[in-house]
């Protein structure tokens, strides 16, 4: 939903409204772990209790990985290390679940770390470690921008050409000395800015979120075919880079054009294997399947699906692989890229 600011707002997800469709668990028994969610209280709370009922839903999600979103911040000591009141929050929730339920909820914790802020970076990711208690697995520093949207298309942007900056790319030095993940939220027209980051630092391990977030909005809103094309040639480029893994999700953001909260019914798991087909084609020739993570982004496409059908259209949309491609797309590939075992 666009705002007067120009920015985009991820609708609310309307509990009844998903009810309006509902479809049984396929394969309920395979194994999954859903390495990309969010827990906050922008809109609607998206805590405990919520992702709770959603791992629950039939589904054998058996971990799950929080991933950064500007919540819960300390509101007092230094700026630098303000970001730790997120984890220490998200870490305190897992600990809680845990009589609760057998999904290892936010068994990963991918927090926020300034890392252009040299030496002082450092401080940051001690106490990030220190209040995960044990489950910081990466670090994400949104670093998402297009020039068509000067004010930002959900947040302000990022400044130009921060994934090419000296100080940046010693950051992700940092996190590849301390065997941490850097996850990249970027655009589609920003893939190529990954692609010179995964080759300028070898020895980091780089996600690349949602797919690079292909856009549907403002301009590139009835340009699916045009957008496709350029993010098929720079997504063939980027897999090139053996330090890079993919995560499959997210198709469900506004800004990706999806408008499935607009229609009367949710859709279905066939409809959005349907459409999702041609991208998941692409990644898989480019990437393999070793290399790809499927991923839920809830709460924020809950505002389009439920998690039920979500995992039902993946389950869908790998039908026709084996079980061990099936595995790593499903399991395996989040467990080993964010090291879920060891922990």
Same mark, same amino acid.
Request: proline share 6%; hydrophobic share 40%.
């Given at each position: 939903?666009?705002?007067?600011?120009?920015?985009?707002?991820?609708?609310?997800?309307?509990?009844?409204?998903?009810?309006?469709?509902?479809?049984? $668990?396929?394969?309920?028994?395979?194994?999954?772990?859903?390495?990309?969610?969010?827990?906050?209280?922008?809109?609607?709370?998206?805590?405990?209790?919520?992702?709770?009922? #959603?791992?629950?839903?039939? =589904? /054998?999600?058996?971990?799950?990985?929080?991933?950064?979103?500007?919540?819960?911040?300390? +509101?007092?000591?230094?700026? $630098?290390?303000?970001?730790?009141?997120?984890?220490?929050?998200?870490?305190?929730?897992?600990?809680?679940?845990?009589?609760? +339920?057998?999904?290892?909820?936010?068994?990963?914790? $991918?927090?926020?770390?300034?890392?252009? /802020?040299?030496?002082?970076?450092?401080?940051?990711?001690?106490?990030?470690?220190?209040?995960?208690? &044990?489950?910081?697995?990466?670090?994400?520093?949104? %670093?998402?921008?297009?020039?068509?949207?000067?004010?930002?298309?959900? %947040?302000?942007? /990022?400044?130009? &050409?921060?994934?090419?900056?000296?100080?940046?790319?010693?950051?992700?030095?940092?996190?590849?000395?301390?065997?941490?993940?850097?996850?990249?939220?970027?655009? =589609?027209? @920003?893939?190529?800015?990954?692609?010179?980051?995964?080759?300028?630092?070898?020895?980091?391990?780089?996600?690349?979120?949602?797919?690079?977030?292909?856009? &549907?909005?403002?301009?590139?809103?009835?340009?699916?075919?045009?957008?496709? #094309?350029?993010?098929?040639?720079?997504?063939?480029?980027?897999?090139?880079?053996?330090?890079?893994?993919?995560?499959?999700?997210?198709?469900? *953001?506004?800004?990706?054009?999806?408008?499935?909260?607009?229609?009367? $019914?949710?859709?279905?798991? @066939? #409809?959005?294997?349907?459409?999702?087909?041609?991208?998941?084609?692409?990644?898989?020739?480019?990437?393999?399947?070793?290399?790809?993570?499927?991923?839920?982004?809830?709460?924020?496409?809950?505002?389009?699906?439920?998690?039920?059908?979500?995992?039902?259209?993946?389950?869908?949309?790998?039908?026709?692989? +084996?079980? #061990?491609?099936?595995?790593?797309?499903?399991?395996?590939?989040?467990? *080993?890229?964010?090291?879920?075992?060891?922990?």
């Amino acid at each position: 939903m666009l705002e007067e600011t120009g920015r985009y707002r991820y609708p609310v997800p309307n509990q009844i409204w998903l009810e309006l469709r509902r479809e049984a $668990v396929l394969e309920p028994d395979l194994p999954i772990v859903d390495p990309h969610h969010h827990l906050w209280e922008h809109g609607a709370p998206y805590l405990g209790d919520e992702i709770l009922e #959603d791992v629950s839903c039939g =589904h /054998a999600i058996g971990a799950t990985v929080f991933v950064q979103c500007f919540y819960d911040y300390l +509101t007092t000591g230094p700026e $630098v290390l303000r970001p730790v009141g997120e984890t220490r929050r998200v870490a305190s929730i897992a600990e809680s679940l845990k009589p609760r +339920t057998g999904t290892r909820v936010a068994a990963g914790i $991918v927090a926020f770390a300034d890392l252009t /802020a040299g030496d002082a970076v450092e401080a940051l990711l001690d106490a990030h470690e220190e209040a995960a208690g &044990g489950r910081l697995v990466g670090i994400r520093q949104p %670093t998402a921008r297009d020039e068509n949207f000067p004010n930002g298309i959900v %947040t302000r942007p /990022a400044p130009a &050409g921060m994934m090419a900056e000296a100080g940046f790319r010693a950051g992700i030095g940092r996190l590849a000395r301390r065997g941490l993940t850097f996850d990249a939220m970027v655009y =589609h027209s @920003q893939i190529r800015d990954v692609e010179e980051l995964a080759r300028a630092v070898p020895d980091a391990r780089i996600v690349l979120d949602h797919i690079g977030c292909p856009l &549907g909005v403002g301009p590139y809103e009835n340009t699916g075919q045009a957008v496709f #094309d350029d993010w098929s040639r720079d997504i063939s480029r980027l897999a090139k880079c053996p330090n890079v893994w993919l995560k499959f999700g997210g198709i469900g *953001m506004v800004i990706t054009g999806a408008a499935h909260h607009l229609e009367a $019914v949710p859709p279905g798991s @066939q #409809d959005l294997s349907e459409a999702w087909r041609p991208w998941f084609e692409v990644s898989l020739a480019c990437f393999g399947p070793d290399r790809i993570m499927f991923e839920s982004n809830f709460p924020v496409d809950k505002g389009m699906f439920s998690y039920t059908v979500l995992w039902n259209a993946f389950k869908r949309l790998s039908s026709g692989l +084996t079980g #061990d491609e099936r595995a790593c797309l499903f399991s395996r590939t989040a467990t *080993m890229v964010y090291g879920l075992d060891a922990r």
